[in-house]
């Protein structure tokens, strides 16, 4: 038992610190980006077609491409900011640019959700663009918003895990070490299990969450 403690425990912390840093910076960017994509379409706040066409596309630019591609293509990038594009430091910069355009069009679904006709009352009261974001779309779209980050982490996790493939670190780097180049198929099924066993508890967590702030 204590075996697989100290085989699986460093790993499992590599995966975490991976995914919750890489979700982070995520919604540090992904949140504007979508509001923006929101609020420039041409029935919206702050209309800016240019704007919101120049910002969908390169959103759906970044999101045609493979995990997997965008990880050896932007390996110069991922060198310059880390400083190596070998191990968990380095797999956060893909992770980044990879699951912020996911985001963005996560945030955007999540608001043009919301009912246009609370939106013209603030704007009938007087109210100005950052107060209708900050006290309309944003408290109006929050329940819809922490299922898009709980997808969102999911998604990374998965991500996390393809990672390995190339030396990412983590539970993915585990299994495929262990479970492929060394024949230990134990140690394959033991990381699939706990992979199924996060994700469980991220979905039910987020699940809770987001009832807790609906019923508000």
């Keep these: 038992m204590n075996e697989w403690i100290e085989l699986l425990t460093p790993s499992l ?3 975490l610190y991976m995914v919750f840093v890489s979700v982070f910076f995520t919604i540090l960017l992904g949140l504007p980006l979508g509001i923006i994509l929101v609020i420039t379409r041409e ?3 702050l209309p800016n077609s240019w704007l919101n066409q120049i910002l969908s596309y390169m959103i759906n630019i970044t999101r045609s491409i493979p995990f997997i591609i965008l ?6 990038f991922t060198r310059l900011i880390v400083g190596t594009t070998i191990g968990t430091k380095a797999v956060i910069v893909p992770l980044i640019l990879a699951t912020t ?3 963005a069009r996560v945030v955007e ?3 043009k959700e919301i009912d246009w006709g ?3 009352a603030a704007i009938s009261m007087g109210a100005t663009p950052i107060q209708i974001i900050l006290k309309v779309l944003l408290p109006e779209s929050m329940s819809s918003l922490v299922l898009g980050i709980t997808i969102t982490i999911i998604n990374v996790l998965g991500y996390s895990a393809m990672a390995g493939a190339i030396g990412g670190g983590g539970l993915g780097y585990l299994a ?5 180049h060394r024949y230990q198929t134990n140690v394959m099924i033991a990381t699939v299990i706990l992979l199924i066993v996060l994700v469980q508890i991220i979905q039910s967590t987020g699940n809770k969450i987001a009832q807790i702030i609906n019923k508000k």
Aim: charged share 10%; aromatic share 20%.
């Design 118 to 120: 609370v939106v013209e």
């Design 109 to 111: 679904s999540s608001i």
């Design 71 to 76: 990880m050896i293509f932007i390996m110069p």
């Design 13 to 15: 912390l590599e995966t």
């Design 101 to 103: 355009p996911f985001f």
């Design 176 to 180: 495929i070490s262990y479970g492929y």
């Design 43 to 45: 029935d919206h706040i």
